[in-house]
């Protein structure tokens, strides 16, 4: 109980008094007065704990299945703010539980980063993963992706009752959940959507983890995902249980699994999949989801995740884009607006980011090239790097690195339509100046 008043009491105080989210604080401190407080509360969940595991998505699925498991009329505790480390989960309990000191919640949703997984699981074993993808992310803190991937694979083993809902386009992920012999089912598009022939992105996993041969795709969706099938041996996508087909992209989206057709007012293909997933992870917990869709027509993806705002007239979006996957749908779902727009990216290299930003040059920033952008402006800490990728592409660009400075600038000389693109540490510290911003009169 005094672990669970002083989280609360932490958060509080980080939030009113240094403006900061707090929660990692929270987890950190609870733990240190009980660390066997996530044992305890996590085994006070009376149904199920899913958590949430990949490289891009995370967020967004995991609140989104949180909702959608609300919708339902049950409660859950789940990491809305994306905290996803060992504090980031402690906290969400901790501050999910009444002063008594007890939790109660009919499932969990929990977002786990994927390295901390082998830090979370000696504390409880959850029912379900949802394993959105495997990306290049972080290249000085996770090395490469077969690292990311033994470390999932030995969470994944020391929890054997626990099921896997896997993206199967990804050959990667699919891969993993067979390898690592837990029961799993499979969501997946298996209609080609997009003539992706002309795409100049990094792929991953073009070689199968089999038997090392190459893989060949008959289409792609993005990056790596797609329709595949090894060369050499059998391995090829496996059969998808939550198959979405009809896939409508434009203003909103729209696509039909399992007889129901799915309707979002959200743009980016990459949502597709982040919407199915959540989909089949509440399928696959035994819930019939008979409000999928009225979730979604209230959903709001908060903490910069597609986030809007008002500012002054002006039409503000904001979104993540730490890693060249993530970042190349971003700039996909920015030109499905076909009105003049400007461009703020803010670049930071803190350790939470990853020191190494050369992972910029394989974003294809020359998409920017057209007469709907009317500027772009570059921000943060790497600003100048930033600066310095686009000139490459001959996108001229303006640099300013404060933050705030560069927003007030495009809201007032900009076209009205501004997208701010960050990387991680810079999402909270931005988002915090637009919602300043927007209650100013």
């Not at 990311?148 to 959940?177: C, E, R």
């Not at 997009?194 to 792609?220: M, N, Q």
């Not at 995740?305 to 039409?315: A, G, L, Q, T």
């Amino acid at each position: 109980m005094f672990a669970v008043w002083a989280a609360k009491i932490t958060e509080k105080v980080s939030v009113r008094i240094f403006h900061r989210q707090g929660v990692t604080w929270a987890g950190k401190i609870a733990l240190k007065i009980c660390p066997a407080i996530l044992t305890e509360l996590a085994s006070q969940v009376k149904k199920e704990i899913f958590i949430v595991c990949g490289t891009n998505g995370k967020t967004t699925t995991n609140n989104m299945l949180c909702a959608a498991i609300e919708a339902e009329g049950y409660r859950v505790v789940c990491n809305h703010t994306g905290s996803n480390m060992l504090n980031g989960v402690a906290a969400a309990f901790a501050l999910g539980a009444g002063i008594g000191g007890n939790l109660k919640a009919d499932y969990a949703c929990i977002e786990i980063d994927e390295a901390s997984t082998r830090r979370v699981f000696p504390h409880f074993k959850p029912d379900h993963m949802v394993l959105t993808n495997l990306f290049r992310d972080q290249l000085d803190r996770y090395g490469e992706i077969d690292i990311t991937m033994k470390i999932l694979k030995d969470a994944m083993q020391s929890a054997p009752g626990m099921k896997v809902i896997v993206n199967g386009d990804d050959a990667l992920s699919a891969y993993l959940a067979m390898d690592s012999g837990n029961d799993y089912v499979t969501y997946g598009i298996s209609e080609q959507v997009t003539d992706d022939k002309d795409s100049h992105e990094i792929r991953e996993g073009r070689f199968c983890k089999c038997c090392g041969a190459p893989l060949e795709y008959r289409f792609y969706h993005y990056s790596q995902l797609g329709d595949y099938a090894c060369t050499k041996c059998e391995f090829q996508r496996p059969r998808i249980q939550f198959d979405a087909s009809g896939i409508e992209i434009g203003s909103g989206i729209a696509f039909t699994v399992e007889g129901r057709r799915i309707r979002a007012d959200y743009k980016g293909f990459y949502n597709v999949y982040n919407i199915l997933a959540a989909y089949a992870a509440i399928r696959t917990g035994g819930l019939k989801a008979e409000h999928f869709n009225e979730m979604l027509a209230r959903f709001n993806p908060e903490n910069g995740r597609m986030e809007s705002f008002r500012i002054r007239d002006v039409k503000v979006m904001l979104n993540l884009a730490k890693n060249p996957a993530g970042f190349n749908q971003n700039i996909s779902a920015v030109m499905q607006d076909e009105t003049p727009k400007d461009i703020l990216i803010v670049i930071n290299d803190n350790a939470q980011d990853g020191t190494d930003v050369s992972w910029l040059w394989d974003v294809d920033f020359d998409r920017f090239k057209e007469d709907k952008i009317r500027s772009v402006t570059v921000s943060g800490i790497r600003c100048y790097d930033m600066g310095l990728r686009m000139k490459y592409v001959d996108i001229p660009a303006a640099s300013e690195p404060d933050v705030e400075k560069a927003i007030r600038q495009r809201l007032s000389d900009g076209c009205g339509n501004l997208y701010v693109l960050v990387n991680y540490t810079a999402l909270f510290s931005t988002r915090n100046v637009l919602k300043r911003l927007e209650g100013e009169k």
